[in-house]
């Protein structure tokens, strides 16, 4: 059965610093992964996927990601974190034909002014 | 993208009481998942609905407890019946715009007491 780890619940970073959160997946097949933000009180928006092709991708907010099959991993990168930044986030495998999402349990991120 | 809303935000209820949950879309969508928040917790699928059909439950869900119905192809109900305090999660509904992209709803915050 597929799975998403999120080695790390929680994460405080300084504003200006660089970011890097980490996820693991175990799928049998090519996976589908995306990345959420789920700031207070608000559903889950979109950061990023990917499907296929470049492993390294582009998201919102100045997100990136990148896929490395060897590693099972789709670890989220951002260079300068921002205090607005501060929210859970969510690693997440697409099964089903694409259509079920399996999460990880999420990292919250707090950021030091 | 697409604009989705859930009706209630949130509510407060006593145990041994059900809870439908409302969720709009603004155009149409053929999936559409509802998907459980429990505190501190990540996200569990719960349920697709189906637009004419019955709704297709995951593991450990069932019918009686979260009836679905799925009208027409902009809108969907969630009921958490015979609800006790276990219940209180944040139920999120979702809807696949593009292939393969979920995009979800602010969620209702459900406290059973």
């Known amino acids: 059965a597929q799975s998403v780890t999120q080695p790390d619940i929680h994460i405080t970073v300084s504003e200006g610093a660089s970011l890097e959160l980490r996820c693991n997946y175990s799928y049998g097949a090519t996976p589908y992964l995306f990345w959420y933000v789920q700031s207070p009180g608000q559903g889950l928006q979109l950061l990023l996927k990917y499907f296929s092709g470049d492993t390294l991708v582009q998201g919102i907010k100045g997100f990136e990601a990148e896929f490395k099959r060897s590693q099972s991993s789709f670890n989220l990168r951002k260079p300068s974190v921002h205090w607005s930044d501060a929210a859970e986030y969510f690693c997440?495998?697409?099964?089903?034909?694409?259509?079920?999402?399996?999460f990880g349990t999420g990292t919250q991120l707090k950021v030091e002014l | 993208s697409a604009v989705i809303s859930q009706k209630p935000s949130r509510d407060i209820c006593q145990r041994g009481t059900s809870l439908t949950i409302q969720c709009q879309v603004d155009s149409q969508v053929t999936m559409m998942f509802w998907y459980r928040q429990q505190p501190g917790q990540s996200l569990t699928l719960i349920a697709t609905?189906?637009?004419?059909?019955?709704?297709?439950?995951e593991s450990g869900f069932v019918i009686d407890k979260f009836p679905i119905s799925r009208p027409n192809l902009t809108f969907s109900t969630l009921t958490v019946s015979n609800m006790s305090p276990e219940d209180s999660s944040i139920y999120l509904c979702?809807?696949?715009?593009?292939?393969?992209?979920?995009?979800f709803g602010p969620g209702t915050r459900l406290t059973v007491l």
């Open positions: 997440a495998v697409a099964t089903g034909g694409g259509n079920k999402l399996t």
């Open positions: 979702s809807v696949i715009v593009r292939y393969n992209e979920q995009f």
């Open positions: 609905a189906n637009q004419g059909s019955e709704a297709t439950y």
